[in-house]
């Protein structure tokens, strides 16, 4: 079994065959998804496909780029989506300067309500980050020193990581999980294994983002979650493990932050 640690399954990309993704993913082995909202909208329709499959997750939150444009109250929003039962964590939130930084002040903003609720329901996060590592990880880093769990070891994941080891051991020493997808694999990611082969085993996961980031085999076009199965395999080769011991890992590890009976 393996789970999709972060999918999109809402996006118009699977307007026209997201059952059928869905049982192409179980049929390939992978029997849980997470679906990461974006938005309001897009946190309700992730709790929507929670509830009309099994083995569907969600997890509800503002991305950045809608960061300036949330409407008053929204914090309240998310706060009853989060109390539904499939929902298992505040996200994705975080921040992203890649295009502009003009919302840089509005997506902190942001951040920090979103990191107040997560600490309120006492549920983990998933963080994005875009050309903003150092002001995001400063950022978590003084949430955590001010908001303990005592009963958790794990706070969220940093998802799509890409980073280099001192930057993944920051995280993971405030307690997030690393996630990694099909980049693993790409030309451009040489510099990554050797990243990945020098973590904790306890600290990793493995996700699509579909409908982005397809594994190499698959560039050019959609990414879905049945494709995690070839990224569970590369990252098998990179740290000399068979699959079954990747998807174990992996599986136990999302069990373990979600606090998921699976």
Same mark, same amino acid.
């Given at each position: 079994m393996l789970i999709d640690c972060h999918a999109h399954l809402y996006l118009k990309e699977f307007n026209n065959d997201q059952h059928q993704v869905i049982q192409s993913a179980k049929n390939a082995g992978v029997s849980y998804i997470l679906n990461a909202g974006i938005d309001i909208a897009s946190s309700a329709k992730s709790i929507e496909i929670s509830d009309n499959y099994s083995g569907m997750f969600a997890s509800v939150g503002i991305h950045p780029h809608s960061a300036h444009k949330v409407a008053p109250g929204f914090i309240e929003e998310l706060h009853v989506l989060a109390s539904t039962p499939k929902v298992v964590a505040i996200g994705e939130i975080g921040l992203d300067y890649h =295009? +502009? +930084?003009?919302?840089? !002040?509005?997506?902190? @903003?942001?951040?920090? *309500?979103?990191?107040?609720? $997560?600490? *309120?329901? *006492?549920?983990? %996060?998933?963080?994005?980050?875009?050309?903003?590592?150092?002001? $995001?990880? @400063?950022?978590?880093?003084? =949430? %955590? &020193?001010?908001? !303990?769990?005592?009963?958790? /070891? =794990?706070?969220?994941?940093?998802?799509?990581?890409?980073g280099d080891y001192d930057t993944a051991m920051r995280y993971i020493d405030m307690g997030f999980m690393l996630s990694f997808g099909g980049y693993i694999g790409y030309p451009s990611s040489r510099k990554l294994p050797q990243v990945i082969c020098s973590l904790p085993h306890e600290a990793l996961l493995i996700e699509t983002d579909c409908p982005y980031m397809p594994p *190499?085999?698959?560039?050019? @076009?959609?990414?879905? !979650? $049945?494709?995690?199965?070839?990224?569970? &395999? +590369?990252? $098998?080769?990179?740290?000399? /493990?068979?699959?079954?011991?990747?998807a174990g890992i992996t599986i136990a590890n999302a069990a373990e932050l979600f606090n998921l009976d699976l």
């Open positions: =295009w +502009t +930084t003009k919302h840089r !002040p509005e997506q902190l @903003k942001i951040l920090n *309500q979103q990191l107040e609720l $997560a600490q *309120q329901l *006492q549920l983990p %996060v998933i963080i994005h980050c875009r050309n903003a590592e150092e002001e $995001a990880v @400063k950022t978590l880093e003084s =949430w %955590v &020193s001010s908001n !303990p769990l005592p009963n958790h /070891k =794990w706070r969220g994941i940093r998802h799509c990581f890409s *190499q085999k698959y560039r050019g @076009k959609r990414n879905e !979650p $049945a494709y995690l199965v070839h990224t569970a &395999s +590369t990252l $098998a080769e990179i740290m000399g /493990k068979t699959y079954e011991e990747i």
